[in-house]
């Protein structure tokens, strides 16, 4: 099973409209987990970062954990263009400072 | 202050020949990261330090040579690299377990 695991293929979503993003991971006693948006040809931009069950906002970002299904969401409100990018999950493994990554997914906003 | 400075920005190199990829942070982070990254693929790990010691080798080849000299400071020292390495290299840091900021990357080209 791998760390993190991000499943979706590429999502198209009109401008406006919320995309979604999901992750799951495999190692239990993980404690911090992160949303990472890349462009094309640039390094990683940490966007979100959560540590408690719930959600936690942020402009038009919510990132929510839910530790017992060891699941974590992005959710992207009111999506515009430059919202078109990779976002990669990502999780620091429990006993280590390994800063493991989900494989992304391609967002694509179309105006 | 998030800045994760890498130099240089781009580097072509020979498989003869020795070069070396600098990070800097004054973030005050205790752990540093070295990452791969293919294209449409996630960030690789390759080393990790934590106050400054080596305490992540994820098994890469011995011409990739990590050091980190000081808190600030991480180079990757290349030697006999091989056209299957040419990538864009990234270096994070973080404080412990926390939120891992990345510098612009080293995009290397070996031919």
């Known amino acids: 099973q791998k760390e993190v695991e991000q499943n979706s293929g590429p999502l198209s979503v009109p401008e406006g409209a919320i995309a979604s993003l999901n992750c799951t991971y495999s190692?239990?006693?993980?404690?911090?987990f992160f949303w990472y948006r890349q462009y094309s040809g640039k390094s990683p931009e940490l966007i979100m970062s959560?540590?408690?069950?719930g959600d936690k906002e942020d402009g038009r970002f919510t990132a929510q954990l839910n530790k017992a299904s060891q699941y974590v969401s992005l959710l992207i409100r009111d999506s515009q263009p430059s919202d078109s990018a990779t976002y990669l999950c990502?999780?620091?493994?429990?006993?280590?400072?390994?800063?493991?990554f989900g494989k992304g997914n391609q967002v694509v906003v179309i105006p | 202050d998030t800045e994760v400075t890498q130099t240089p920005k781009h580097l072509v190199m020979g498989m003869t020949n020795k070069k070396s990829l600098k990070c800097e942070q004054h973030m005050g982070h205790r752990a540093m990261y070295w990452y791969k990254q293919k294209a449409k693929k996630p960030p690789e790990l390759m080393f990790v330090?934590?106050?400054?010691?080596?305490?992540i080798n994820e098994s890469v080849p011995s011409r990739f040579s990590p050091e980190c000299p000081n808190s600030s400071l991480l180079n990757l020292h290349l030697h006999a690299l091989q056209p299957e390495d040419s990538a864009l290299y990234l270096c994070?840091?973080?404080?412990?377990?926390?939120?891992?900021?990345f510098g612009q990357g080293t995009r290397l080209t070996v031919v």
């Open positions: 990502a999780v620091i493994v429990y006993g280590n400072n390994r800063l493991a």
């Open positions: 994070a840091s973080s404080l412990d377990r926390t939120e891992a900021f």
């Open positions: 330090y934590s106050y400054e010691k080596l305490s």
């Open positions: 190692d239990r006693g993980s404690q911090s």
């Open positions: 959560i540590y408690s069950n």
